[in-house]
């Protein structure tokens, strides 16, 4: 009789165990699922900018004239328009200068973004000095 006492207790607390090992399974579940729709949810946020490749004579005076003086003698290659949902546009510039090609990014008003290179090794080498 003490045995099966015993027995029963043990399955009692094992029964326990499972459910809220199950529990915690389900909830783990449920974030994951919530951290997956976060994630989606921030791809889409990305995927509303609009890339599209434009005219050099399209880009705006002010990003023009902004690059001339950043990299005077800079041959400008191609250009794409980014747009983004809410209105606001940038640009990223392929670029010679220095004998490097190099890809530029510069909001409309000229304001200067960043820098890829293909060339440098150090992407410090390509951007522009400040004044």
Do not use: R
């Not at 004239?65 to 328009?81: F, M, T, V």
């Amino acid at each position: 009789m003490k045995k099966m006492n015993v027995l029963s207790a043990l399955v009692c607390v094992a029964v326990v165990l499972a459910s809220c090992n199950q529990k915690t399974e389900t909830e783990d579940a449920a974030s994951t699922e919530e951290n997956l729709e976060t994630t989606v949810g921030d791809e889409a946020d990305l995927s509303t900018a609009h890339e599209k490749a434009i005219e050099i004579t399209a880009l705006p005076s002010s990003v023009t004239s902004k690059i001339q003086s950043d990299y005077p003698g800079a041959e400008l290659i191609e250009a794409d328009e980014i747009s983004q949902e809410d209105g606001a546009k940038s640009y990223d510039v392929e670029i010679k200068a220095d004998g490097k090609t190099i890809e530029v990014k510069y909001d409309e008003k000229g304001t200067f973004l960043g820098v890829e290179s293909d060339d440098a090794d150090q992407k410090g080498e390509t951007e522009p000095e400040k004044e």
